[in-house]
């Protein structure tokens, strides 16, 4: 009777507000229930920079995957009367109007030197407008070389911006030495240069799970193995296997066989920093309780690897590829770039840049850089997305 009593009182105490009872908040329940995955994104969320930085990747893997509705032009479209045109800004008003416009362009010979000089005509203005009718063009997957994904396209003639004449020659970025406009090939390159680093990151993710998991989990003379491998591959140097596979990869090998080549060169070198960190993780969780209770109950050592030490560190694997990312996008960027890589007609940031390798070249017509200017940002936007995925890696 005297506890029931005294229950009413304290009821009675709470409802008036003299005996406050603590009661814990939604925020703190939800932290209490929550999955390592949703502390994650709530910690990544934090990140402004990152979330920032994510968003541009993901506008860049837009801009490959639907590269011919964002190009004006098709990547190998030119004009030869406009070879190293120079960049027509856009003007939105004429005469105190709305009327997105470019300014055409003309030319004049040097008597001397025969070299173009361009003026801008200002009488001659060429309307442009957003979702303009175009060449047809297939959208879609169609790029990709395998059976049924190379299927999965449709077609269509709508363009995100152009000249309301496509007859009009419109080169917002520059032309290049052949006339062919820079932003289009420069959106086309996005196509190659991010699939390569997704497809090296696909093969060094397996190669270093596999092997530094199986010499992590093992040990023993398999580890060893393993280790003096990683050991042989970090020591040979760069240049000179990449000189001798060029030299090696015949001229009139189809731009896909060289693509796979260099995909398979630039993974082989990265797999092995992430192989030494799962090794490293697995010699730390194999000895732990959860481990030794799935072996007594007859885990393989693949239900071991995948169902119960790789998910302990996951967080930890995806900001290392993230990490990865544009340390191989530069890589195919720099092959390319020095004639190791991909040769045209294959279109990437690195064979773009190769017409920047002279100086005087490059003083006269600086616009060949925008491709620069698109590796610079995804590479930063990568960098930063990786740190704000490493600080949300550990969200306790």
């Avoid at 000895?287 to 693949?302: K, V, Y």
């Amino acid at each position: 009777m005297d506890i029931s009593l005294q229950e009413q009182t304290l009821d009675k105490d709470n409802l008036s507000g003299d005996v406050p009872i603590y009661a814990p908040g939604e925020e703190e329940l939800s932290l209490e229930v929550a999955t390592q995955w949703q502390l994650m994104w709530w910690k990544f969320r934090k990140h402004k920079l990152a979330m920032f930085s994510a968003a541009i990747i993901i506008l860049y893997y837009l801009v490959a995957i639907f590269a011919e509705f964002f190009a004006p032009w098709e990547r190998t479209q030119y004009i030869a009367e406009y070879v190293y045109a120079p960049p027509q800004p856009i003007h939105f008003f004429d005469d105190g109007k709305w009327s997105p416009h470019v300014n055409a362009l003309t030319f004049e010979r040097d008597p001397q030197s025969f070299k173009k000089i361009w003026t801008i005509d200002t009488e001659n203005k060429i309307p442009i407008s957003l979702f303009v009718k175009g060449p047809e063009y297939k959208v879609g997957l169609h790029w990709v070389p395998l059976p049924y994904i190379d299927e999965l396209y449709f077609t269509t003639q709508r363009h995100l911006i152009g000249a309301k004449d496509p007859t009009q020659p419109m080169y917002l970025f520059g032309a290049d030495k052949s006339g062919r406009d820079i932003l289009s090939r420069t959106i086309f390159s996005t196509r190659i240069s991010l699939s390569v680093g997704l497809a090296g990151v696909g093969i060094s993710l397996v190669l270093g799970i596999v092997l530094g998991g199986i010499s992590g989990l093992i040990g023993g003379w398999v580890d060893n193995i393993v280790q003096r491998v990683i050991e042989i591959v970090i020591s040979v140097p760069d240049l000179p296997i990449m000189l001798a596979i060029a030299a090696s990869v015949p001229l009139d090998w189809p731009v896909e066989k060289v693509y796979f080549i260099i995909t398979i060169v630039i993974a082989l070198r990265s797999w092995t920093g992430l192989a030494r960190v799962v090794r490293g993780k697995f010699l730390s969780l194999r000895e732990d309780d959860f481990i030794l209770a799935s072996r007594l109950d007859g885990a393989s050592q693949g239900r071991l690897i995948f169902r119960h030490m790789l998910p302990s560190f996951y967080s930890h694997i995806i900001a290392s590829l993230t990490l990865a990312l544009p340390g191989m996008i530069l890589a195919e960027t720099a092959l390319s770039f020095l004639g190791l890589g991909l040769r045209p007609p294959a279109v990437s940031w690195g064979v773009m840049l190769q017409e920047t390798q002279k100086v005087a070249v490059l003083a006269l017509y600086p616009w060949l850089l925008w491709p620069a200017a698109a590796v610079i940002v995804v590479v930063l936007a990568f960098n930063f997305l990786g740190d704000g995925l490493r600080d949300a890696a550990d969200p306790y």
